[in-house]
Protein backbone atom coordinates (compact mmCIF):
# COMPACT_ATOMS: atom_id res chain seq x y z
CA UNK A 1 0.00 0.00 0.00
CA UNK A 2 2.98 2.54 0.59
CA UNK A 3 4.60 1.92 -2.36
CA UNK A 4 1.00 2.98 -4.24
CA UNK A 5 1.44 5.85 -3.07
CA UNK A 6 4.71 6.64 -2.99
CA UNK A 7 4.16 5.86 -6.79
CA UNK A 8 1.19 8.46 -6.96
CA UNK A 9 3.60 11.34 -5.04
CA UNK A 10 6.41 10.88 -7.86
CA UNK A 11 3.71 10.59 -10.10
CA UNK A 12 1.99 13.52 -8.96
CA UNK A 13 5.36 15.69 -8.21
CA UNK A 14 6.17 15.09 -11.94
CA UNK A 15 3.24 16.52 -13.58
CA UNK A 16 3.63 19.21 -11.27
CA UNK A 17 6.65 20.14 -12.26
CA UNK A 18 6.10 19.58 -16.12
CA UNK A 19 3.24 21.89 -15.46
CA UNK A 20 5.39 24.61 -14.02
CA UNK A 21 7.91 24.55 -16.54
CA UNK A 22 5.29 25.15 -19.01
CA UNK A 23 3.64 27.54 -17.58
CA UNK A 24 6.80 29.48 -16.83
CA UNK A 25 8.23 29.08 -20.59
CA UNK A 26 5.11 30.03 -21.71
CA UNK A 27 4.59 33.41 -20.31
CA UNK A 28 8.40 33.97 -20.80
CA UNK A 29 7.50 33.68 -24.32
CA UNK A 30 4.59 36.26 -24.22
CA UNK A 31 6.47 38.67 -22.67
CA UNK A 32 9.18 38.82 -25.14
CA UNK A 33 12.30 40.67 -24.98
CA UNK A 34 10.65 43.69 -23.22
CA UNK A 35 12.29 43.81 -19.58
CA UNK A 36 10.45 46.77 -18.03
CA UNK A 37 10.82 44.76 -14.55
CA UNK A 38 7.30 45.09 -13.97
CA UNK A 39 6.91 48.99 -14.36
CA UNK A 40 4.02 50.07 -16.53
CA UNK A 41 4.47 53.12 -18.27
CA UNK A 42 1.09 54.69 -19.20
CA UNK A 43 0.56 57.40 -21.96
CA UNK A 44 -1.60 60.13 -20.14
CA UNK A 45 -0.82 63.32 -21.38
CA UNK A 46 -2.13 64.39 -17.87
CA UNK A 47 -0.02 65.54 -14.90
CA UNK A 48 -0.75 63.73 -11.87
CA UNK A 49 -1.27 65.63 -8.74
CA UNK A 50 -0.80 64.40 -5.38
CA UNK A 51 -1.12 67.51 -3.22
CA UNK A 52 -2.88 70.43 -3.85
CA UNK A 53 -1.92 73.16 -0.57
CA UNK A 54 -5.25 74.32 0.82
CA UNK A 55 -6.50 75.62 3.99
CA UNK A 56 -7.95 72.08 4.84
CA UNK A 57 -4.40 70.35 4.71
CA UNK A 58 -2.93 72.84 6.59
CA UNK A 59 -5.05 72.71 9.54
CA UNK A 60 -4.80 69.07 9.31
CA UNK A 61 -1.26 69.14 9.40
CA UNK A 62 -1.43 71.63 12.63
CA UNK A 63 -3.14 69.08 14.05
CA UNK A 64 -1.54 66.44 13.52
CA UNK A 65 1.93 67.60 15.14
Known amino acids: MN ?3 RGF ?9 VATAGVVSV ?3 VSGS ?5 VVKG ?7 TYTKTQAW ?3 YKSAL
Do not use: M, Q
Open 43 to 49: KSPKKEI
Open 3 to 5: ESR
Open 58 to 60: DDY
Open 27 to 29: HAS
Open 9 to 17: VKKAALVGA
Open 34 to 38: KSTNG
